[in-house]
């Protein structure tokens, strides 16, 4: 993946589940006393999987591999300060709008956690990476769902 498809995926980890749990705005999250440690739990485990994510395709391809449908070379890394500011603004621009994740939870629909921070869980294990973070917001989404 690229640079702003990691940052992307990292804003949906952290906004989906902890605007469900808290049952807030995109905004509301700024206001919550436990969000920026969450935030930057869950911003840490994501670093970590995509810079080894990174490093094994770089070590299997050599130095320069390119994403497989553009000339775009893949970052040496993610600072958890870069995705934080990433996410941030994200929160900033939708300050008033209801996640999907969100919104699924209410209407009792099922939610994308397993394509967001379950992704993340998965391909940290494949990488010997524990992501003890991401994997407590699957399962409290999962028993806020009842599934």
């Not at 958890?80 to 300050?95: A, C, G, P, S």
Request: charged share 25%; with cysteine.
């Amino acid at each position: 993946m690229i640079t702003l498809q990691w940052k992307k995926l990292a804003a949906n980890c952290v906004i989906n589940p902890l605007s469900a749990l808290f049952q807030v705005t995109n905004g509301g999250l700024l206001l919550e006393p436990s969000f920026p440690v969450l935030q930057k739990e869950i911003l840490e485990e994501i670093a970590q999987v995509a810079a080894t994510v990174m490093k094994s395709s770089r070590n299997h391809n050599g130095n320069r591999k390119l994403h497989q449908n553009a000339d775009v070379p893949f970052v040496q890394s993610l600072s958890v300060e870069e995705l934080m500011d990433f996410v941030n603004q994200v929160i900033r621009d939708t300050h008033d709008n209801k996640s999907s994740m969100y919104q699924d939870v209410l209407s009792g629909r099922p939610t994308e956690i397993e394509h967001l921070n379950g992704y993340i869980v998965r391909k940290g294990r494949e990488m010997d990476l524990e992501c003890p973070t991401n994997e407590e917001l699957c399962q409290r989404i999962h028993d806020r769902q009842g599934t």
